[in-house]
């Protein structure tokens, strides 16, 4: 049995400070209290809360929905490689904008792209 296996249920916050979604573990607790956590599609606020293996979470990451699935319960916080396989990614794929900028340089626009930006008007 090797120790990923070892560990039937995990504290919420705790598992997902150790997959490395959130930098600090009183970051994913605050998350978990603020009402922001799903659990199996749940709203959780108790960061107690005892996850295992085959649950969903359900969180928003930066402006990103996160729809994960337990895979395994780690037993430290180690190298972003071993967080990795102890979930399975399930969230939508991000939209891809239709339009990019007409000028795809940073910074001010040149007086060129000043000129189509107003045709576009």
Do not use: C
């Amino acid at each position: 049995m090797s120790r990923l296996e070892q560990i039937e249920k995990l504290r919420v916050d705790k598992w997902l400070w150790q997959a490395r979604f959130f930098k600090t573990r009183s970051l994913a607790s605050k998350v978990v209290s603020l009402d922001h956590v799903r659990i199996n599609s749940k709203k959780m606020t108790k960061p107690s809360y005892m996850v295992a293996a085959g649950d969903v979470l359900t969180f928003a990451q930066e402006k990103r929905i996160r729809v994960i699935e337990i895979r395994a319960l780690g037993t430290r916080r180690g190298p972003a490689s071993e967080a990795k396989k102890l979930y399975l990614d399930r969230s939508p794929e991000e939209e891809v904008p239709t339009n990019p900028t007409i000028f795809g340089r940073k910074g001010r626009p040149s007086k060129k792209d000043r000129r189509a930006i107003a045709r576009l008007q």
